[in-house]
């Protein structure tokens, strides 16, 4: 992968989220931006190059039953963030998301948090542990996000 | 060709089985996506995992989708567009942590392209069905409200 040389102007975005759901979701979100500005972070190979993204990174998948996991993820996530000094990170989850978040938060850049789509009743639980961490939270259910404090301003289906 | 797909994190035993039997019953050609490597079934061909590429190929020769009411399928059968079917997986029956996948059923319910079957007979009714319509990713304006936003937010 190669860091973004976009002029001062333009933000540098770091896009995450683990295979599956959450990674369809993140390239419909993520067609609102200019595709210069954007640098890919998910967990399967071949997923972003099907997408015909060219900057990406790759980091260990992780749950909160495999902590070992979220340790190795969270240092490749950290080194992400060194190489690629992100304006803003935004992710629909899971909990590689959340890492990115808190990562984020700490550096003091723009953390977005899209909740999945599949969360129609109840925030998925690393939006939850995400919230803190969070610049803008949105859910894609008006009743979730109302429930969680979150914003709703729209929906991917 | 049918393509069954239970997504990357849990089998999903009691769906496939039914298809399995259905594909006996109704000579239905079948690949099923598992998520089980002990899995095996009889009429269906079936691997636990595919590679991106894999998935593609597969998706390419599929006329109907059928799968969990994931999140996952819905997206893939409106980017490829292709009509899909979802049974929602129960979490009253260990099959998830919770009862989401309901909801989401819920909601899709009308959705143009998305059929919903909550048991054996209405999945069997809509295999059987020869003209369902395909899915699709119209820029629906729930969407545009959403992407708008996260631009504005962006770069704003």
């Given at each position: 992968m190669t860091s973004s040389s976009s002029s001062r102007t333009s933000p540098r975005i770091l896009a995450v989220a683990s295979a599956g759901g959450h990674w369809h979701q993140?390239?419909?979100?993520?067609?609102?931006?200019?595709?210069?500005?954007?640098?890919?972070v998910t967990t399967l190979d071949g997923l972003?190059?099907?997408?015909?993204?060219?900057?990406?990174?790759?980091?260990?998948?992780?749950?909160?039953?495999?902590?070992f996991k979220a340790l190795i993820c969270t240092m490749q996530m950290a080194g992400v963030l060194m190489r690629t000094r992100p304006d803003v990170v935004i992710t629909t989850g899971a909990l590689p998301g959340v890492i990115a978040l808190v990562l984020g938060w700490m550096i003091r850049r723009r953390t977005i948090w899209v909740d999945s789509i599949a969360n129609a009743e109840e925030a998925s639980s690393s939006g939850k542990l995400a919230k803190r961490f969070a610049t803008l939270w949105l859910s894609q259910w008006e009743s979730v996000a109302q429930a969680e404090g979150g914003r709703y301003e729209g929906s991917l289906l | 060709?049918?393509?069954?797909?239970?997504?990357?994190?849990?089998?999903?035993?009691?769906?496939?089985?039914?298809?399995?039997?259905?594909?006996?019953?109704?000579?239905?050609?079948?690949?099923?996506?598992?998520?089980?490597?002990?899995?095996?079934?009889?009429?269906?061909?079936?691997?636990?995992?595919?590679?991106?590429?894999?998935?593609?190929?597969?998706?390419g020769r599929t006329t109907v989708l059928v799968g969990h009411a994931g999140i996952g399928t819905i997206l893939t059968a409106k980017r490829v567009e292709k009509p899909v079917i979802v049974m929602p997986r129960k979490a009253s029956l260990g099959e998830h942590r919770n009862e989401h996948q309901l909801a989401t059923a819920r909601h899709l319910e009308g959705h143009e392209g998305v059929y919903v079957a909550h048991d054996r007979a209405r999945l069997a009714t809509l295999l059987q069905t020869?003209?369902?319509?395909?899915?699709?990713?119209?820029?629906?304006?729930?969407?545009?409200r959403l992407q708008t936003y996260l631009r504005d937010f962006v770069y704003g």
């Open positions: 993140l390239g419909q979100v993520c067609a609102a931006f200019d595709p210069a500005d954007v640098t890919y972003p190059q099907k997408s015909g993204f060219t900057r990406f990174a790759l980091v260990q998948d992780c749950n909160k039953n495999a902590p | 060709m049918i393509f069954v797909t239970v997504g990357t994190q849990l089998p999903f035993d009691r769906m496939i089985a039914m298809i399995d039997d259905l594909a006996a019953e109704l000579s239905l050609e079948v690949f099923a996506q598992t998520a089980d490597p002990t899995a095996s079934y009889t009429h269906i061909k079936h691997a636990p995992f595919l590679t991106p590429d894999e998935y593609d190929d597969i998706i020869p003209d369902l319509t395909p899915a699709s990713f119209r820029d629906t304006p729930e969407k545009t």
